[in-house]
């Protein structure tokens, strides 16, 4: 193997040096190992050079630009894939639809994805607000189970449960992106707010791998930010005293557009 022939080689040089010049032990021992490990990398480095050479030229998968010997541009491999950028890297993620299947656990929960970075924007609650009341085409959707929604929502949003709550704890809703596919369009200005900001993440990042194309993150959501301590980091909307319902809202109740899913009736 490589890793004994170098350091035959090494032992071969080095008592050649020490019967002509008299090393001492240490330095017959230190000049067998820097031959030895020297020796040996040298050897990846020519194997790995041949390697490459050998290789077939696999073009970026986004642009379809191909390697050039001469350029120090280094492609990047992700999976199976190479893009010849950061950029082609992005777009890639940025445009990719991925299937329902790839985006649900067994158990229906909502797998994490490599999406583009922010390719949601986080607004606060002020600004979401702001935003609802500037053009009528922006959508609130509460992503916190039905009995949270009932107990106080914002005004005018859907009820669209990321995760319902029972009897053993949160468990995920395997229809989030079914009921959402079915009333949003992937191009809606849709506003995810939960509690305190932590489901909406995970709410948005599923929407933007699902192939919506304006998702924004309420991080205050209607709770607020709370530090270990309990106190507010950031006011969410009951604490800023914005526009609150409660219960059911006949059309945007979990249940209405849960039982309208298989209708295609719109928001």
Known sequence: CPHCLSFWISLSGTAILWAFSGLSALEFALFLLIGWRGAYFINRAVDRREAAAEAPVIDCIQCGKSPQ??????????GSLTFCSTNCWFTYLRQRPIPRDQLLGAGGEIQRQEIYPMSYKDVTTAEAQQLLESDGEHRYVDVRSIPEFQNGHPQGSFNVPVMHREAAG????????TVMQVHFEQDTPLLIGCQSGVRSVRAAEALVASGYTQVMN???????????SGAVVEKGWFELALPVDYGDPDERSYEALHGQRQTGGGA
């Open 170 to 177: 949160m468990v995920p809703n395997p229809d989030f992106l």
């Open 218 to 228: 309420v991080t205050g959501g209607f709770g607020g930010v709370r530090d270990q």
């Open 69 to 78: 010997p001469s350029s120090d541009q280094s492609f990047i491999e992700r």
